[in-house]
């Protein structure tokens, strides 16, 4: 991807899988916060996402080191059996 530049990816998940998404990428577990949307505004408008509607909504932003991409993930569990996560990675 030319620099800079944004990817984003969103899937259906189960509760199990989820609870070990943030290690897979990385990041500590206890980091999704509720009521987070930690993907930013251009990066919305480049995903045609606005993450509004029913929530409850969880987010997280795992920064790594250059040349790694930042990666923004937001949850969305209305459907407690079936959430929703949206992942952005993006490179400055």
Request: glycine share 6%; proline share 10%.
């Amino acid at each position: 991807m030319p620099s800079p530049s944004t990817a984003a990816g969103w899937c259906f998940t189960s509760n199990a899988r989820l609870d070990t998404f943030p290690e897979r990428i990385g990041a500590d577990s206890s980091a999704l916060e509720r009521n987070e949307r930690a993907i930013a505004a251009r990066d919305r408008s480049v995903a045609d996402r606005e993450f509004s509607g029913r929530g409850p909504w969880y987010g997280l932003t795992h920064a790594r080191k250059k040349p790694s991409p930042t990666e923004s993930v937001v949850v969305n569990r209305s459907d407690p059996d079936r959430p929703m996560v949206f992942v952005v990675s993006t490179h400055p």
